[in-house]
């Protein structure tokens, strides 16, 4: 079984920089897709990008050319870099596991809180 742990949200000014980590335990990470979810409040909890056992990736309009996912299957962990952070990207962020066939995302992690101030 495969736990996921995420870190590295916080407070950050508009403009700013983080880059979200997922660590996973277990030993099937390489073959997961792995997702980052974003769950501003009262919203519902949104896929904004994803990555492949392969390192192919996609990414929800809104965070285009802002946010890079990548993973290193050698530390069992996915990232998340996000880049010029706007107030509206506030939301707790989560990653969340798939296994093949790659149908479902059914495992998450506990989310990190992400606040953008202006």
């Known amino acids: 079984q495969v736990q996921l742990v995420e870190s590295g949200g916080g407070l950050v000014q508009a403009g700013g920089s983080l880059r979200l980590t997922c660590a996973a335990s277990g030993r099937t990470f390489s073959s997961l897709r792995m997702g980052w979810f974003s769950q501003a409040s009262g919203t519902e909890r949104m896929l904004i990008a994803s990555i492949m056992p392969s390192g192919g990736t996609t990414y929800a309009d809104p965070v285009k050319g802002r946010f890079t996912v990548s993973r290193d299957n050698a530390r069992n962990t996915v990232y998340l870099q996000i880049n010029s952070l706007k107030p509206e990207d506030t939301a707790v962020y989560y990653c969340?596991?798939?296994?093949?066939?790659?149908?479902?995302?059914?495992?998450w992690g506990q989310g990190t809180q992400v606040t953008v101030s202006s």
């Open positions: 969340a596991a798939d296994s093949p066939p790659w149908e479902r995302y059914d495992l």
